[in-house]
């Protein structure tokens, strides 16, 4: 039950509608002593400044952004939902940079 659900460290009352709970090193918590424990998601991969724990991310494999900084790294295009992203070099790409690069190394993707 939803209405059943206590924070492991202070056993306030979670999942009631509108409330968020957080999960980590299996513990359920509130938010307040999520930030409390685990207060940071590490740091953004394209500025290296820390993210803080109840901000928005986007993720990309191991690396995780901050929403601002998830834009192609070439010419800086912000990324929208749905749109394509490559991983490459530990880099984010627009599809246009990403083929363009490809066709610099001589090959150049197959098109179905």
Do not use: W
Not at 12 to 40: M, P, Q, W
Not at 62 to 68: A, F, G, I, Q, S
Not at 97 to 112: I, N
């Amino acid at each position: 039950h939803a209405s059943g659900l206590k924070c492991a460290c202070c056993d306030c009352r979670l999942g009631e509608v509108g409330s968020t709970l957080y999960t980590k090193a299996n513990l359920i918590l509130c938010r307040r002593d999520y930030l409390r424990l685990f207060g940071v998601t590490g740091n953004c991969a394209a500025c290296s400044k820390l993210i803080p724990a109840f901000e928005m991310v986007m993720r990309a494999k191991d690396n995780v952004y901050h929403l601002d900084c998830f834009a192609c790294q070439l010419c800086n295009q912000r990324f929208c939902v749905g749109d394509k992203f490559f991983l490459k070099n530990n880099m984010i790409l627009c599809q246009t940079d990403y083929e363009e690069g490809l066709m610099k190394e001589g090959y150049a993707p197959q098109v179905r």
